[in-house]
């Protein structure tokens, strides 16, 4: 192993020692741990179960569609299915899945801390998590919610008869496990930092996470708070939202988009984070712009907080309202083209080798700049009035969401799978997946923009016959989405008992992370370490063999 | 060693001190992730801070909401103000300054190590938060007995008193007042109750002898908590009871 | 456009070209943007492949290109946004002289009454090469009207109206659909826009004895008991409404607004909530008393009002002649 060159700072021991995964066994040692390692896999266990829920309702959506006529499930059956797959793939998944799976055990890892400020308020929120997600399955076997994860008054308030209160318990309980994480990760960041470690120096990736804690400290509140009154309304019959009882139902939008808008950042901003890291390990270069790359991710934050009415321009606001809105959406894509030009300037004399993670944040940044340039159709207001609440935005959204999040996720999955697990997956698997994932992504999602553009409206259990085609493309994109989602869940599974031992730094990578061994010990390094370099040091990084990056 | 003292965070303060209270060591609070006290009293006093943020933005919301009806349905709303009782309000007003001053008394005593001192100003600012929830009560009471409850029962056929002119509101829209009453004091009242069960917890944590100069996070934290509930009460009164009086 | 796999929807409307146009603009720049992007990183992760003996070249940045990036795109979006910005302003500012068609939305129709008193459910027949204002409103959940082929879409909401305007240009039948979700038959919310030549759209139009919109609102007003307060003279408890609509109006806060049909319809149902100068808040509310139909009707008679009373005269004798001119029946 060439790794001695790797560490010259901390020794890494290579024979078999206490990691985080061999201290303490039986459930009470992972159900009452601290160990942010451990409540990393806690959160990695539970979202992998919501994504496979809310897949399973995704499929059932494209089977519906298959044909105009509703003819699979009843209309109320598939207005609940496509608000379940939502309300779990937002609240659910997307929202903690890179901050609470990849963050929880990086951060500290990556700024050489011991463990996050707060472990046990770390722990009270995979609880808060945890016993939200229960409350919505309970919720869900019990009728489910017909809102759309948007919870519109008056039909929310008023109108449906499915259980609101409950689901929207659920969603204030995530939002504090949510707002628990941001608090413990922006603590952390400010106050945990390994001596030498510098604002200057921190890793794209905390860079990121700290913009999203911010987004999760200052909006959350605001949709928790809105999720009551909702309930509130609902169970009183006070008349907040309800115009029949004096409220203004587009107060509730305002309210709901000033934390939804900016809940988009929370979701993909962490997985722009995990690329940085992926693009400089595998074009062996620092990020071209670092600090560029790094302040954009605060713009993000901030301006995403002064954009959200463009998702009202039809819904009754005022003219000129519409007007700054749209023009502050625009404010909010230059941060995010900054970044892939960085991204894809890196790549500038580089030396790029092709292994799963970078596969993933290639796709990352096809999908993404697809999903952020159909953004740009969307803010501008023109074509907005045409596209909003039709398949458009849906295929908008899930270009950033599933071609963005969903990437980023994957690829930094599998790049951090050996300091996580101590093993490597298989390769050959891994790249055959990612090809199944991108391809069938473009498949399912690519005819929905045009079906978006012959005006066919989102949330529709039957639709006219001459839509059927693009249809029928979709849904089969989506069976080979699905195939290229299922893999890795099987390969990961079997590389933890079958996978080639890793050693501490697989990917011969810079970041603290890969300084300490694979798995880490409970208190992630053996001293705490002193940070004398840059992030992204690759030029004091020997290279490997060529075919290194796969362990034996 | 992982629980020998309690994180001084917003949300464990009260459950861990309980659970940990006969555990006494030498090295009395530092957690072993941080490298010193300092370090830790560092992260617990921004924590705290963050979460206080949070809880702006929380009533954030409310208050957005009632300043944008209070805009628009201006009659009704200065007619339900005109029917809150001013005087329970500005007692209550006048209890939650004092407690934020047994407070800050009582973050001084920890830091020169008063026992008896500290216990006691804990104890009265617990009174203090009890009797404006008592006070509180009252004045639900009151509304329930005048039907201005929202429900099925709301009944409000009181006029605007706009010097003197008497102007009709739509109930709807009183209602729509005292909807915003209810929740933004409730969620109000609801922070103080917190507020009281983590005070009364500190001051029995305190008598066993908890605290010293070196170490009383957990009160100056208690006390950031109890100084934003009092503060959100302040914009509250005179919002509610107070600007639409203007006769 | 094939039937069975369209790529272009129908451009229906005077409305559809612009957007078409609009749209076809900012997909280009994308496109460009997109290959760039992609046939960059394609070319540089071919070319920088890693290589035995040759190491990556560390470049730190350059404040210059980064400057560059971020300004350049930020001005082709300007281009962007004014463009959208004129189009939307053209959107959302019907033209004085469009027909004035009235929309009511429930879970889950629409229901449509045109002027002249022709109603409809679930379709709307319109003239070509007349511009048509639809005022809308919605009895229960908030809905949104669609109509692809005129690319455009307004929200309708329960308890204030919004509106929105188009000018057909292609007769045909087209799509309408409900956009915005509101519950279980959601996706079944939808029907047809029939667009008919002028003279086949009068033959239509001329298919029954309706009684004008106005003239059902004329009689509510008689038999609500609004004419005792709202006389034609100064004498009235209530203001007088004639020639009120559109014009701005004092309040007795000292607040001027616009007397447009949302405030026509909230001193209706909310009567003290902004009171005109110099009179006393005694009006009862009509809240839960009228429907919105009834509503309708009422605010297009408080509308007529206003209007020169040639058109009104003109309205109900000839139907046909509304449509062919229509700059005999409405405001100017």
């Keep these: 192993m060439a790794t001695k060159a790797a560490s010259p700072v901390i020794p890494v021991n290579q024979t078999p020692k206490l990691n985080y995964l061999n201290n303490g066994h039986g459930l009470k040692s992972w159900l009452l741990t601290t160990d942010h390692k451990r409540i990393a896999l806690l959160y990695l266990v539970s979202v992998s179960i919501f994504f496979f829920i809310g897949g399973i309702f995704a499929m059932l959506i494209r089977l519906e569609l298959l044909t105009p006529e509703g003819d699979l499930l009843s209309a109320d059956n598939y207005n609940k299915a496509f608000t379940q797959h939502g309300m779990i793939m937002v609240f659910f998944f997307l929202i903690p899945v890179v901050p609470a799976v990849l963050g929880n055990f990086l951060v500290p890892l990556m700024i050489g801390a011991k463990d996050l400020a707060f472990p046990r308020i770390n722990l009270l929120s995979w609880y808060l998590y945890i016993t939200a997600g229960i409350l919505f399955l309970h919720c869900m076997l019990n009728g489910g919610v017909d809102t759309g994860w948007t919870f519109y008054s008056p039909f929310s308030t008023e109108y449906t008869n499915t259980n609101i209160v409950e689901a929207g318990i659920a969603v204030f309980i995530a939002g504090f496990s949510s707002i628990f994480t941001g608090l413990n990760f922006i603590v952390t960041v400010h106050r945990m930092r390994a001596p030498g470690m510098t604002w200057d120096r921190l890793p794209l990736f905390i860079w990121a996470n700290y913009a999203t804690s911010l987004i999760m400290i200052l909006g959350t509140p605001v949709i928790a708070i809105t999720i009551v009154l909702v309930a509130v309304e609902r169970l009183f019959h006070l008349g907040i939202f309800d115009p029949r009882l004096g409220g203004d139902p587009l107060l509730f939008q305002h309210l709901f988009w000033f934390y939804s808008h900016p809940a988009v950042y929370i979701m993909i901003l962490p997985s722009m984070g995990v690329i940085s890291e992926l693009i400089a390990c595998f074009a062996r270069k620092r990020i071209f712009g670092y600090k560029f790359v790094a302040i954009s991710s605060m713009a993000i934050a901030v301006f995403g907080f002064l954009v959200w009415a463009h998702h009202m321009f039809v819904a009754g606001i005022s003219l000129y309202a519409a007007m700054i809105f749209s023009f502050l959406s625009f404010s909010v894509g230059v941060p995010s083209a900054v970044k892939v030009f960085n991204w894809t300037a890196t790549l500038y004399k580089a030396s790029i080798t092709y292994a799963t993670p970078m596969l993933y944040a290639f796709g990352f940044i096809g999908l993404f700049t697809i999903g952020g340039l159909t953004g740009l159709m969307l803010a501008t207001i023109g074509i907005d009035v045409h596209v909003t609440d039709t398949y458009f935005v849906v295929a908008h959204f899930h270009y950033v969401m599933v071609g963005g999040v969903l990437m980023g996720y994957l690829g930094g999955l599998h790049f951090w799978w050996p300091k996580i697990t101590g093993r490597m997956y298989p390769e050959g698997w891994a790249k055959l997946s990612a090809l199944f994932v991108f391809v069938g992504f473009n498949l399912t999602f690519f005819p929905q923009f045009i079906l978006g553009y012959l005006g ?54 810079a970041g603290l992370e890969w300084k300490t061994s694979s798995p880490p010990p409970t208190f992630n390094f053996d001293e705490t370490p002193v940070v004398t370099w840059e992030a992204y040091n690759y030029d004091e990084i020997p290279e490997k063999e060529l075919e290194a990056p796969v362990a034996r | 060693m992982h629980d020998s003292r309690a994180i001084p965070g917003p949300a464990s303060t009260t459950t861990t001190q309980v659970a940990t209270a006969d555990h006494e060591v030498h090295n009395p609070a530092l957690l072993h ?95 203090l938060g009890m009797t404006f929830l008592v006070v509180k009560g009252f004045e639900y009471k009151e509304k329930f007995e005048k039907h201005h409850v929202p429900g099925p029962s709301f009944n409000f056929t009181d006029k605007f008193d706009d010097n003197g002119k008497q102007i009709p509101v739509n109930s709807k829209e009183a209602e729509l007042f005292f909807s915003l009453y209810f929740a933004m004091t409730g969620m109000h009242a ?58 | 456009m094939s039937k069975y796999l369209p790529l272009w929807p129908d451009q229906a409307s005077t409305m559809a070209g612009q957007v078409d146009a609009l749209f076809i603009y900012v997909l280009l720049v994308s496109g460009i943007m997109t290959a760039l992007i992609f046939i960059a990183v394609t070319v540089l992760a071919i070319k920088y492949r890693r290589v035995p003996g040759r190491k990556a070249q560390q470049i730190e940045g350059s404040t210059f290109l980064e400057i560059g990036w971020s300004v350049l795109p930020f001005f082709v979006m300007i281009t962007f946004f004014i463009w959208g910005a004129i189009i939307y302003f053209q959107e959302r500012t019907p033209p004085a002289d469009a027909t004035e068609v009235y929309v009511v939305a429930k879970q889950w129709m629409w229901k449509i009454e045109h002027m002249e008193g022709q109603r409809e459910i679930n379709e709307l027949h319109v003239p070509t090469g007349q511009n048509v204002k639809l005022i809308m409103t919605s009895q229960d959940v908030i809905h949104s009207f669609f109509i692809p082929a005129f690319r455009i879409k307004q929200d309708v909401l329960p308890g204030r109206y919004t509106t929105l305007w188009f000018k057909a240009t292609v007769p045909g039948r087209y799509h ?157």
């Design chain 2, 190 to 247: 609801l922070h103080m109750i917190i507020g009281c069960g983590l005070f009364g917890t500190l001051a029995v944590l305190a008598w066993k002898g908890h605290y010293a100069p070196s170490y009383f996070t957990p009160i100056e934290n208690a006390g950031l908590y109890w100084h934003l509930v009092d503060i959100i009460w302040i914009y509250l009164f005179p919002l509610l009871y107070l600007i639409s009086r203007h006769s």
């Design chain 1, 456 to 509: 066919m409206p989102r949330r529709y259990w039957q639709y006219p016959p001459e839509f059927q085609v693009l249809n029928v493309l979709s849904t089969a994109g989506a069976s080979i989405l699905a195939v290229g989602y299922l893999l890795p869940m099987i390969y990961l599974l079997w590389s933890l008992r079958y996978g080639p031992i890793a050693d501490a730094n697989p990917w011969n990578a």
């Design chain 2, 33 to 127: 992730h941080f490298a010193d006290a300092q370090q830790q009293k560092n992260a617990a006093s921004l924590g705290m801070w963050l979460f206080l943020v949070t809880e702006i933005m929380f009533f954030g919301g409310m208050f957005c909401a009632y300043l944008i009806y209070r805009l628009a349905h201006f009659n009704a709303f200065a007619a339900g103000s005109q029917q809150l009782d001013i005087k329970m309000g500005a007692i209550n007003t006048a209890v939650l300054i004092v407690s934020s001053v047994t407070v800050v008394l009582a973050v001084k005593a920890a830091e020169v190590g008063k026992r008896k001192l500290l216990t006691g100003y804990l104890v009265v600012t617990v009174l």
């Design chain 3, 176 to 332: 309408l659909f409900c956009a915005e979700y509101c519950g279980t038959m959601h996706s079944g919310m939808g029907g047809d826009i029939v667009v008919m030549e002028p003279q086949d759209y009068a033959k239509w139009m001329a298919g029954g004895p309706f009684a004008p919109l106005q003239d059902t609102g004329k009689e509510l007003f008689a038999s609500l008991g609004c004419a005792t307060c709202h006389r034609s003279d100064i004498q009235g408890r209530g203001p007088n409404l004639q020639g009120i609509y559109n014009k701005p109006v004092l309040l007795e806060d000292g607040r001027t607004v616009v007397a447009d049909e949302n405030y026509v319809r909230e001193s209706i149902l909310n009567p003290t909530a902004k009171i005109v100068s110099g009179y006393k808040p005694v009006m009862p509310t009509f809240q839960g008393i009228v429907s919105d139909e009834q509503l309708n009707a009422l605010v297009a008679y408080v509308k007529s009002l206003s209007q020169p009373p040639v058109g009104t005269a003109g309205l109900q004798g000839q139907p046909a002649a509304s449509a062919a001119q229509p700059q005999n029946t409405q405001v100017q």
